[in-house]
């Protein structure tokens, strides 16, 4: 228990200490936390390997953060922005799975290789960039808006990929089956159950109970994600959607941010304290390198969709 504590609260001071600071300087509060990661783990040495367990608990704080979001788009905001959405995103993804896999073959790699390593260079950190645009106000812009919609893309674009995957032995055909029937099964589920359910707990007037069944929602979409090889972050923004008319939609916000908010630092705090410098050192060029590289890939495709779209530059 001791112990316990003691993590607790070298994690909740170094945030309480370092976020305000970064926050002062102009760095934003994502790089205020991965500095005090960095601080409390390889440089002070105050966390260990428990840093690895209590990031698969803060994880939770990107699959509310997705399930908030999904609740300020309703269906019809999302049909408008699916020109945004198929054009920006796709044209992101295809563009840098392909630059990137041309780049892998010409330095030796197998194409099936070199394929799987554009898909995954493709993807960027939702949580990092919403948490980013959200503090900045620009979710709302049209800038946020294509942002976003690149992003929301990537987190789709994993369906597919995954389903070109084997799942424990399972023929991709029966795989995409069963992925089709667990997104299904949210959407349906959310529309047509969540009312009565939300009614029924509503009548117990008991608040607690409220705050726990909306953090027993979202820990259930995410394990049934998770289950099926998909992003739980994914099936928490489509439950959010799907819920964005609800009547009940102003107190799950108001229930779940607070562990969005401490959960998604925590999140970013056990990035930095995870970060092995070691590795770092013995391959820095190579590590410097291939960060550049992949940094200028993704630039230079986004920017060419974004003369394409006529997206403005102050957006």
């Known amino acids: 228990m001791n112990s316990l504590l003691s993590i607790a609260f070298v994690y909740l001071f170094s945030a309480v200490v370092a976020v305000p600071i970064s926050k002062r300087l102009g760095l934003g509060s994502v790089l205020g936390y991965l500095i005090a990661g960095i601080i409390i783990g390889p440089v002070l040495g105050l966390v260990g390997s428990e840093t690895h367990e209590i990031q698969e608990v803060a994880e939770f704080g990107v699959v509310m953060m997705l399930f908030l979001v999904g609740m300020e788009l309703e269906p019809a905001t999302l049909w408008r922005l699916r020109n945004k959405l198929l054009g920006l995103g796709g044209l992101q993804i295809l563009g840098t799975v392909a630059v990137m896999a041309g780049l892998g073959m010409a330095f030796g790699m197998p194409w099936q290789v070199a394929v799987a390593a554009g898909c995954v260079v493709a993807s960027s950190s939702t949580a990092i960039v919403l948490q980013t645009l959200g503090e900045k ?108 008319d609800s009547e009940y939609r102003h107190a799950l916000e108001s229930t779940l941010d607070p562990f969005k908010g401490l959960l998604l630092g925590l999140f970013f705090i056990t990035v930095g304290a995870g970060m092995n410098f070691g590795l770092l050192a013995s391959e820095f060029f190579t590590i410097l390198g291939m960060t550049v590289g992949v940094m200028v890939v993704k630039a230079a495709v986004l920017y060419a969709l974004g003369k394409a779209f006529r997206l403005k530059r102050l957006d």
């Open 137 to 244: 106000g620009l979710l709302g812009c049209p800038g946020g808006q294509s942002a976003f919609s690149v992003l929301l893309f990537q987190d789709i674009a994993v369906i597919p990929m995954l389903a070109l995957l084997p799942l424990d032995g399972l023929s991709s055909w029966l795989k995409t089956l069963i992925i089709l029937g667990v997104v299904g099964g949210i959407v349906v589920g959310g529309h047509y159950l969540s009312r009565p359910v939300f009614r029924y707990i509503a009548e117990s007037r008991l608040r607690e109970v409220y705050t726990a069944f909306a953090l027993m929602l979202v820990v259930g979409i995410a394990a049934l994600m998770n289950l099926v090889g998909l992003s739980p972050a994914l099936g928490a923004f489509l439950a959010g959607v799907v819920l964005a």
